[in-house]
């Protein structure tokens, strides 16, 4: 059997790749600095801070796979700009608030080490949101889905009735690039 380490603390990662591996380890990477590079594309960016993710794996770690991810979401209004997670409802709602009504981009990267060999992938889904009515707002600031989650809402969750992949794929939303997800799933 194949073993993988899953390094994110993520539970909708975790879910995309118990099917293809139910018995790996799903364990995120502590004292890491994701902070992005300073100036650079959105893709630029996030494959940044996955490859800092990938340079702290200990060698001699024991698993057949690693896998390290990372999403962002381009802010809207400045296209090479983060949006990042919301520290609290506050920030959350005013997230929500700016993508209300509008598309935007959801970058995923990832790096997949299989017997020590890296490989990285980024890409990205266009992402719409409907106009949010003010109580369709509270609830999902109240629900706190937003907690930990790029841009503030999480597409498998409550915002998933008030959204739609405009073009590319879910997994990349979700937290893992689809071609990332390729992979994986051939070596399953």
């Given amino acids: 059997m194949v073993s993988l380490w899953l390094a994110s603390q993520s539970p909708r990662r975790a879910s995309m790749i118990k099917d293809a591996f139910p018995d790996a380890h799903c364990q995120g990477l502590v004292g890491v ?3 992005p590079i300073a100036s650079g594309t959105v893709a630029e960016k996030v494959a940044s801070i996955c490859q800092v993710k990938a340079d702290a794996i200990p060698s001699g770690h024991g698993y057949d796979i690693v896998l390290v991810c990372d999403t962002v ?7 090479n700009a983060l949006m990042g997670k919301p520290n ?3 920030h959350a709602a005013t997230m929500l608030h700016r993508l209300s009504g509008r598309r935007h981009q959801v970058w995923s990267a990832a790096g997949v080490c299989v017997h020590g060999h ?5 890409e990205y889904a266009v992402v719409e949101i409907d ?8 609830d999902l600031v ?4 937003w907690k930990g989650k790029a841009g503030g809402y999480d ?20 937290g ?4 990332a997800m390729d992979v994986l799933n051939s070596l399953a």
């Fill in 73 to 79: 979401l381009a802010d809207p209004d400045e296209i």
């Fill in 155 to 174: 597409l498998a969750g409550p915002m998933g009735v008030h959204a739609k992949i405009i073009d590319g794929s879910t997994s990349t939303v979700l």
């Fill in 33 to 35: 600095d994701e902070t």
């Fill in 142 to 145: 109240l629900n706190e889905s």
């Fill in 176 to 179: 893992i690039p689809q071609a």
């Fill in 118 to 122: 890296w490989s990285f992938f980024t």
């Fill in 131 to 138: 106009e949010l009515p003010d109580e369709v707002l509270v």
């Fill in 88 to 90: 609290d409802a506050l």
